[in-house]
């Protein structure tokens, strides 16, 4: 249940009901909001005086709900804006991982040449074996904001656990948690006393729901600014890495208020269907899109199948405009 | 293996090579043509005489590689063309199952009105409890054929088990060979030995190599006209009724030479997300759609949910044209 | 719904009722039985005078229901009787293929020696490429005859698709229908004509609801010697070669009322595996194992990597008679 | 690759070439040994005087394959010890969810009565839903410690994220990774740095080799007290909670030397389901099992269907005794 408290209720009255009821309770969009597990079918009578409005709900998607909220959610990502009425949908290139401050500025260097705003490059890397390519951590964390600041990108690069969670909240402007990391409370929980926007993955095995409801712990722990990221599901099939599940996709616009950005490249897993599997996505009408490109794919530390060469991601911005112009969206 | 014979081979003596070395032999584009098996690597001695050109391939994706043939394949229905160079997507429609004469009239007096040429309905269907509806079975055949009289229209309809395929082949213009039989080689062998177009779905849980190989049935027995029809695969994910398998669609762009034809309807299994996903199919420059639709969803004796009504399947073209223009291609 | 007629009721007039309600109609331990879809709850009025009984169920799953008759189902094949109370555990043996008479007499010998009574052995295989071994065929049926006619073995082979269910009907001893064909209503409504056991191999992406329906086809139709038989599903695991559903099974002993009889061989797909798994089956207290054995496995022309060699098949049965002794069962 | 080095080598003189060559060091059964990736296929040349044997591997399964070591591991569990030529099935009990001091001492008092060592609980769920009962937490591992003190059982608890796992090391005597946690190296790694048994659950979405991948991190971290646990995949199938993957189970068996526990409580789902379930397990001659039982499982917080009751449990052991003897193990 949501309920919407009266506005004379106060913020610290709030927080001593939401106490007493064993709710969450956060602040949007300057109103007192508590949460509780949608079991909660009718509002507690001790409280009945103080409530302004209240939802119930079937299952635990409720913050994220078009029932609760049917207006997709805003999410400003530094000077841009996404969701919303903005029909904006954002190209967010980069590599796998961030290798070197050469390669990294080859990508940024890209990005400005195009016009794009933000750069993605993995410093954490989730490798499932010790003995892969681990990436730069910290020093790869730093080599990104160096690149903000001279070239004025945002960035975005994911948590891999919840010990190094801090560094990425301090250094990048979107946090990415991972498919693997989907359901890390630890992350969750500390993304939720941030403000700066989370993109939260979809795990490869879990569904839908459970994906919402990763999002839940973030919006019921006071941060409003949550985008989802389909990437591609584990299936039977061996012929592509994963399948990309836009039949979901058609789900979370149907059901959720949150922006929707697409990762065709880790759903593929071979750079000759990014484009194609991205102008589909683009046709869906979608918030932005992350696609992998390196200076060199054949030299990539990871993900080298994957990754579009600077050419063919140039290339494919081409093709995406005029997909996007026909359903009403415009590629920043 | 295929190997092309030299022109001076003549079919008769063609047949006789094909059966000392054990392999199929078909006649495509004016020419002899034998198919082995891909562990035959090294044209037999004894017949290098005879051979113009040969193809080993990893595998046993060969007619329908791109290795052996680079263009996409033509099929014509009726009296429109898809594949080749055409860029043409063709939208197909209708009811899930024909269910009455006013019914199916309503759908063919529907794409008329829409300036669409084909008409989709099921006659018998592979329901998978002995107590649903089962189809009109051969009244609805003749149902189909009465349409296509009185319209013009082409129809599509679908095999259930090779104790009809005769009257299908008989009865239809496309022959539509149904996920649940695809691997049917009573079926498949049937429709090798006609000249029809053959309409094949993917298996919900069928492997790309699998459903390939399904096709190699019908070319290597010596019908060319087979076309491809992606329509979700059975995952984990219950929100939605399968899984379009998109990446799977790059795939077989990338290494068939088949025209593609994808049903977002049976993928999707609610008719809300049909559009939305119909739009990313057409980004990605496929050669047709099978899209479900009923003059009242509400009553149909299947797939009720996943059924558009006549305004929305209007309205669906409608947005299905600038997106298919933004790829160069064309609704028809 | 099922309901049992009145005993007066005699057998033409309960079909005439069959016909007015559109019910099936069948005999079953000596009483007219009718069955109708599972939406039916209530008994109609017109025919409440001759109802003895009726059961209302929640789905489909009618005649093979618990709730219909909760004691497990007795199958006779040939000499020997599995289910019922009877605790036995037919281990039915035999290769993949029949290849020649030489292999399938050395297989029908292994199992006299060891006192087994059931041979298997594919003559239809149904492959997925059309350029793979494809069986013998009719020729293949005649040496299992032959088989069965000198050594009384009980003979078991594969239906591939409709085209040839009569002569397996003719030739075998018990009709299975394969993974492939768990949904070819051609061959499941024949099957129910005769009174022939049917074993129902589970599609690798059939759920357990759709595997029990298939039954329903065939026990809706008369036949009520069928036995289910589970042999993996297909999932993202490459390891092995499907993923056996142990849980599913425990899941059909709870609900249903057939013989169930498990193949470790095809889900395993590495003959390494077979005997631990075997082992497993047993322990689980069912009806049977089929369990894929060639005299010399290297050379065999289908699957030749899952199947045990004659020595490791002897040895086998030696470990499965203390685990089948462990939950009270008997290995014949 | 691994390294033993020659006995000569003291183990500053191994940790300095491991540095060198950007390889683990580990000290296992009184050798310095090194481990690089599996891509490294020949001894370094600088390094060749030092090395007294060497093993190259196709992929990063290493320290945990048969290859390296094909005896199983050994490993102690307070006073009692699995794997290595034991023969020992440890049952291991006790509720999904340490709830009160009550429960769980009615818990350890029912193992104490069976005679068995090992008590499981969570105290820090890993559940799906923010609004859903988390554990007890801290509280909870106190109730644990409490039961060891009181009861000399070994506790078993779950580690949810890295936030928590210095919690975890300390309370219990075993480390469970959750399924949900398999890929996270907060956790791996920290786990590397004690000598505390870990038992790792195999993700349900996550492959055979990336699950023993897991386990070279811990491994190769220096700890080598590593158990692997098979909980369930998630396909298709919703019947049941999940597919207990006993193919994986006889992979494992053949190609790693890790101790296997299987956990048929959450595969299954279902409490009718795990007995039989549990048999087949025994079945197959594996290490240990995880049951969850509890003293009312109709109000348990968490997991309620799943659970048995405590005379369901009881019973359960006297039926897993004469399958484990028929396979040569014995129940502890």
């Not at 006393?193 to 722990?221: D, H, M, N, W």
């Not at 000759?272 to 530390?301: F, Q, T, W």
């Amino acid at each position: 249940m949501i309920i919407h408290l009266k506005n004379e209720v106060n913020s610290s009255e709030a927080a001593q009901i939401a106490s007493e009821i064993k709710a969450f309770h956060i602040v949007y969009n300057n109103r007192n909001v508590l949460i509780t597990g949608s079991g909660v079918k009718e509002v507690p009578v001790t409280i009945e005086s103080k409530v302004d409005e209240f939802w119930v709900f079937p299952n635990d998607m409720q913050l994220s709900s078009k029932k609760y909220q049917s207006e997709k959610r805003e999410v400003k990502i530094g000077k841009i804006t996404i969701g919303g009425t903005t029909n904006n949908t954002v190209l967010i290139g980069g590599p796998c991982s961030v290798e070197s401050e050469e390669q990294i500025r080859s990508s940024a260097e890209l990005l400005v040449s195009m016009g794009l705003s933000t750069l993605r490059g993995g410093c954490y890397k989730p490798r499932t074996s010790p003995y892969s390519f681990q990436g730069l951590e910290l020093e790869g964390l730093k080599l990104l904001a160096k690149m903000r600041e001279e070239y004025g990108l945002n960035v975005i690069t994911e948590v891999r656990d919840a010990t190094q969670i801090d560094q990425i909240i301090e250094y990048s402007d979107v946090i990415q948690v991972g498919a693997k990391a989907m359901y890390d409370q630890g992350i969750l929980r500390a993304c939720a006393k941030t403000k700066k926007p989370v993109l939260i993955k979809r795990g490869f095995g879990s569904t839908l729901q459970e994906f919402v409801q990763a999002a839940e712990f973030v919006l019921s722990g006071g941060n409003e600014n949550v985008i989802l990221c389909e990437r591609g599901l584990r299936t039977f099939e061996t012929g592509t890495r994963f399948t990309l599940d836009l039949c979901g996709v058609a789900w979370l616009q149907e059901y959720t208020n949150l922006p929707i950005i697409l990762d065709p490249s880790h759903a593929m897993g071979y750079a000759y269907g990014v484009p194609s599997l991205a102008r589909a996505c683009v046709a869906m009408g979608v918030d932005g899109l992350l696609i992998e490109a390196h200076p060199n794919p054949k030299v990539a530390k990871s993900d080298a199948s994957q990754q579009l060469d600077h050419t063919e991601f140039a290339a494919l911005l081409g093709t995406l405009r005029p997909v996007a112009a026909s359903v009403g969206y415009k590629m920043i």
